[in-house]
């Protein structure tokens, strides 16, 4: 499974939901209860093709993680401002 290989618009995503967190704090303990849940069940949903794949992993997961709190980070940044 090569976790670097998707198309763009899922960071995005990710990083989206990360910057949402910082003023709706709910968005994010969803977001991160879904990649975890993801990851329990061994499974990747791609949303935009409507499919479900069979594996996962701790590098995946955590990439996914990572890209929230990147959102997370800059979310933090402009609220400041």
Not at 33 to 61: D, M
Request: some cysteine; hydrophobic content about 50%.
């Amino acid at each position: 499974m090569e976790i670097y290989d998707r198309p763009h618009h899922y960071a995005i995503s990710h990083i989206m939901a990360g910057f949402a967190a910082v003023w709706v704090p709910l968005v994010g303990v969803l977001a991160v209860a879904y990649q975890l849940l993801q990851f329990v069940c061994n499974v990747r949903t791609f949303p935009v093709e409507w499919r479900i794949k069979k594996g996962n992993s701790v590098a995946h997961t955590g990439l996914k993680l990572a890209e929230m709190a990147v959102g997370y980070a800059l979310g933090s940044f402009v609220k400041r401002r």
